[in-house]
């Protein structure tokens, strides 16, 4: 008790300061507001970057949850802490560099996601496995099983990822890095051409809409974007094929952002929800957080006794709930569809059952399943999307000990666009489970009544939004000193692109603060200017809703619903 009325106290002296101090002898004040990845980047890279070109900066990182790491995060089976479990983004690859190299630096453990489970990986349309592998590997037996089911197909699609992901990393070298427009620079490196048409248009273009394309990129897409291919633009379906040298941190990957912070020496508050950002009159800006007052005690708004010269706000803004000054943003904010994605663990001691997918009694089920749609289905956007299926995936995340009966329970992780119910998961495992998922009364009662499910959890998120087919992307500066990084998600999301966009941020604002003017190449000096968009941003809207009812073949009304 003594606690928290002596913390309750600090921060009520702390909060209650009348006046709102300005940055002295030459130190740059810089707000990040959200503790992501790319919030975490853009800290970490501020703080690099600023090192290098000798600038004094202080950084002050804002995160409204009691953790870092954002959309990145663990879950405890059986609340057993040496027990973790990815809830959010699971995998980074090898090409994700900002990742790697922070991996390294830290000296973090690096484990191979799909290493513990082992088995049969197999593509479920609803009805029947279409293709089945030895493994989550993609070894040789498996290629030729590949090549004898699509012919040329998995080579030429390996190919095309590859030089459309070379493309893309030209974002992070001079120079095309770093880029003050999103949009120009996926015009000059002519990366509008392949999101300005869905996935089923890109490989049909490059002669690959066939049955690799419906059953593997298809699976691919669903259950890294929740999309059929026809409702996701084409270099998302070329990022979704892209997991070469899968590898996850033991522990979480949150530990790479935790790090990242940490070394960049950030004031850090968390449980501090930005709720205001306003211009002074000295034309630097005040920051208002939600600050909890003590246990239990509500929070109260106040202004950050801190002036910032620059703010980087490092969350997707239409679910941030922070008001601003008017015309604080020059440049409005593109509000963007979210996907809406279940994410449900849970333990039990039973396997799949045969039956669920139609199988054969004693079949071997594969123990990752990804799924696509049924060869007669039309594909549909959003929750509809998942088609007979009803999910995305559900794989075997490992096999744990349980603590009440110490015999060995299967972790599985399921990926839907609906929650998922007891009479889902008492097909899945052929055998009954209760409407309360668990029994715990019966568990306290008896060591040896068996439970269906042993442990339950579930999440809803918004993870990313929904990749449609587009030619512009929300720039990263919306006026002068204030920033933004999200509007990267509608053109690639990822934990690296989130990385990317933070580190590119950074870069900016040191470059302002050391007065560095970096004159474009020859390269890209040459490159043709991109075309004068009409000002109006409804105007901009409605050419690029146009375009894409037009690439859909449907009545623009079905596509503004969407």
């Given at each position: 008790?003594a ?18 101090v300005?940055?002295t002898?030459n ?16 800290a ?23 953790r870092?790491?954002?959309r ?48 049969l ?10 293709y089945?592998?030895?493994?989550n ?9 590949l ?72 699976a691919s ?14 270099l ?41 950002i ?13 600050q ?30 922070i008001?601003t ?12 569809p979210?996907?809406?994605l ?15 997918f ?23 956007p ?53 409407e ?9 009662a ?28 929300q720039?990263?500066?919306l006026?002068?000193?204030l ?13 690296e ?23 474009e ?31 859909y ?9 969407l």
């Amino acid at each position: 008790m003594a606690y928290y009325l002596f913390r309750s106290l600090a921060l009520l002296l702390f909060w209650a300061a009348p006046a709102v101090v300005e940055s002295t002898n030459n130190v740059k004040q810089i707000a990040v507001i959200g503790a992501g990845a790319a919030g975490s980047s853009a800290a970490y890279h501020l703080r690099r970057f600023a090192n290098e070109s000798n600038i004094i900066i202080n950084v002050t990182v804002f995160e409204k949850t009691s953790r870092i790491g954002g959309r990145t995060l663990t879950v405890n089976v059986y609340d057993d802490p040496i027990e973790p479990i990815e809830l959010g983004a699971s995998i980074f690859v090898d090409v994700n560099y900002i990742l790697s190299n922070a991996t390294r630096d830290f000296k973090l453990t690096v484990v191979d996601p799909g290493a513990e489970e082992g088995g049969l990986l197999g593509i479920w349309d609803g009805e029947s496995f279409v293709y089945t592998q030895d493994s989550n590997s993609w070894d040789w037996v498996n290629l030729v099983r590949l090549f004898w089911k699509y012919g040329t197909a998995p080579y030429y699609t390996h190919k095309l990822v590859q030089g459309t992901v070379a493309t893309f990393l030209k974002l992070y070298k001079e120079p095309f890095f770093p880029f003050r427009s999103l949009s120009t620079r996926a015009f000059q490196l002519d990366l509008v051409k392949i999101t300005g048409m869905t996935g089923r248009q890109f490989l049909a273009a490059n002669n690959l809409d066939g049955p690799f394309s419906h059953d593997i990129v298809q699976a691919s897409t669903r259950v890294n974007y929740a999309s059929n291919l026809e409702f996701i633009h084409g270099l998302g379906a070329m990022v979704a094929m892209a997991p070469e040298g899968a590898k996850a941190i033991e522990g979480g990957n949150w530990q790479i952002f935790a790090n990242m912070v940490k070394a960049s020496g950030a004031d850090v508050h968390l449980n501090s929800p930005v709720t205001g950002i306003s211009l002074n009159a000295d034309q630097k800006y005040t920051i208002t957080t939600a600050q909890e007052l003590g246990h239990g005690e509500p929070k109260e708004a106040k202004p950050y006794p801190v002036a910032f010269d620059d703010v980087i706000i490092a969350t997707p803004f239409q679910f941030a709930n922070i008001s601003t000054d008017k015309n604080l943003i020059q440049h409005p904010i593109d509000v963007i569809p979210y996907a809406t994605l279940h994410v449900t663990l849970f333990a039990s001691p039973y396997k799949f059952s045969p039956a669920f997918f139609n199988l054969p009694p004693a079949s071997d089920v594969p123990v990752s399943i990804l799924t696509t749609l049924g060869a007669d289905e039309e594909a549909q956007p959003g929750k509809s999307g998942a088609g007979k299926a009803g999910f995305y995936s559900v794989t075997l995340q490992r096999i744990v000990m349980n603590p009440r009966t110490h015999n060995p329970e299967y972790v599985y992780k399921i990926f839907s666009p609906e929650a998922v119910t007891p009479d889902f998961l008492s097909g899945l495992l052929g055998v009954e489970v209760p409407e309360s998922f668990t029994r715990e009364e019966d568990s306290a009662a008896d060591d040896s009544v068996v439970n269906p499910v042993s442990w339950f959890h579930t999440t809803l998120f918004h993870p990313y939004p929904q990749k449609y087919p587009r030619v512009t992307f929300q720039d990263p500066i919306l006026g002068d000193g204030l920033y933004y990084t999200s509007g990267i998600e509608s053109f690639i999301s990822t934990m690296e692109t989130s990385a990317l966009m933070g580190m590119n941020v950074a870069r900016l604002i040191i470059d302002d603060y050391a007065g560095v003017t970096r004159v474009e190449d020859e390269e890209v000096a040459s490159m043709p200017a991109m075309p004068k968009y009409v000002d109006d941003e409804q105007d901009v809207l409605a050419q690029q809703q146009q375009k894409t009812a037009e690439q859909y073949g449907r009545p623009i009304e079905d596509i503004n619903e969407l």
